[in-house]
């Protein structure tokens, strides 16, 4: 194994790196990102990939560099890529185009074989004994040039995934297992995120604090902040407070005294933003009063008599099924391929989704492996055929 990484920041590199790397049967591969920390957006930082022998950083910040001609290897679907916990890189990759095939994802991989869940170092350090340099993942990764310590953390994160699937196929105890690990990695290459705002603005989950009059000044707020963050290049958080844009929401119409606020960016304290923003406010509370938004109804809006009684009624089917059904399954589940197993495949929440039809179709093998259980257990698999049938989620491979 190689102890250096090669820095690609040129495309004629990038252009040799690719015409290796598509002769390869398998590659690690990781990414570093910047997701509204050191600049605005959700943004590429860089690419690490491991062939076994060499390491490549690839610099997609350069501009002497086109990371698009990486895409033809990560979407050749006959090069496997070993990867860890990428659910969060393939949304980065979708937003910018590219969409990889053939993905091998090792944290699914770990949790199959009864491993609790972890992160790639420590689970590094339990099945490899190897310590890995220590985390620069919070590091600015748009600075140029990279330091020494973030380049070897960045080539770490990709130099033990080769060897740890190795390990891990060592481990598979029968053929049954590895399809079902391989349906989990297959359906990686049915997802598509490339319509996703990974720039949300208004989260439905702070509706909570806010009355209806408040929620509306709120998020004009929000969008303004917004619209300067992209226009100054900085998280939303450095542009104006968090804390500040609430403050300012709940009380419109107090003196704001802009210029000696905290949490305000540098470039902001000006009586030109001071008279922008006392005007959106003022804007903002004649919009909601013309509405007829209220000042002290909650802004999240109250389930109804009928809808409680609904929501109850439902809850308490749920837990009947959960209780009668599915807990003696998930037991038997766990006796035989271990608790981490268990609670990976039939955790709480992908049982009430099973139930409910939240999350759309069934893996396969996880309904064949519950209707097993259930005949063996002598468990009437009615009610699961007629929440099937009920949220016609049907299965998926």
């Known amino acids: 194994m190689t102890n250096t990484a090669e820095l690609i920041d040129h495309s004629e590199q990038l252009e040799q ?62 090069v496997q890529k070993v990867c ?31 491993y609790p869940a972890m992160s790639l170092t420590n689970l590094v350090e339990e099945v490899l004994d190897v310590e890995l340099v220590s985390s620069s993942q919070k590091s600015n990764w748009y600075k140029r040039p990279l330091t020494e310590k973030q380049l070897a953390y960045a080539a770490d994160d990709v130099l033990h995934l080769l060897k740890l699937k190795e ?13 079902w690990i391989n ?15 990974h720039n949300e603005i208004v989260k439905e989950k ?20 917004d619209e300067l963050a992209e226009k100054y290049n900085k998280p939303p958080f450095q542009i104006v407070d968090n804390n500040l844009i609430k403050t300012l929401a709940k009380n419109p119409s107090d003196r704001i005294h802009w210029l000696n606020r ?3 960016y540098k470039r902001l304290k000006t009586k030109e933003v001071s008279d922008e923003i006392i005007q959106l406010l003022s804007d903002a509370q004649a919009e909601a009063d013309e509405m007829g938004l209220s000042r002290e109804k909650p802004a999240k809006k109250q389930l109804n008599s009928e809808e409680y009684k609904e929501m109850m009624t439902e809850k308490r089917r749920v837990n009947l099924l959960k209780s009668t059904f599915f807990k003696p399954v998930k037991e038997r589940v766990e006796e035989v391929y271990g608790s981490e ?36 257990l002598n468990l009437d698999t009615q009610p699961l055929k007629e929440c099937i049938r009920l949220n016609g989620n049907g299965t998926s491979k």
């Open 84 to 114: 860890f916990s990428f659910d969060e890189d393939l949304r980065l990759l979708h937003s910018i185009g590219c969409f990889p095939k053939n993905l091998y994802d090792l944290d699914i991989a770990s949790r199959m074989l009864n």
């Open 183 to 197: 349906e989990e990695n297959e359906s990686l290459n049915k997802l598509n995120y490339s319509n996703i705002n």
């Open 341 to 376: 197993f268990a609670n990976y495949i039939l955790s709480n929440r992908i049982i009430s989704d099973i139930i409910t039809g939240s999350n759309g179709q069934i893996k396969s093998y996880k309904l064949e492996l519950i209707e097993q259980v259930a005949d063996d």
């Open 206 to 225: 702070d509706k909570n604090h806010f009355s209806e009059f408040e929620w509306h000044i709120y998020k004009k707020l929000l969008y303004w902040r």
């Open 167 to 179: 390990l891990f196929d060592g481990k598979i105890s029968s053929e049954k297992v590895s399809d």
């Open 17 to 78: 790196c690719v015409k290796g790397l598509q002769k390869s049967e398998q590659i690690a591969i990781d990414l570093e990102f910047d997701k509204n920390f050191h600049r605005y957006g959700f943004n590429l930082c860089l690419v690490q990939i491991f062939d076994g022998n060499s390491c490549y950083l690839i610099d997609p910040l350069s501009t002497n560099l086109n990371i698009e001609l990486l895409f033809p290897l990560l979407e050749d679907n006959s």
């Open 262 to 264: 905290r949490g305000v």
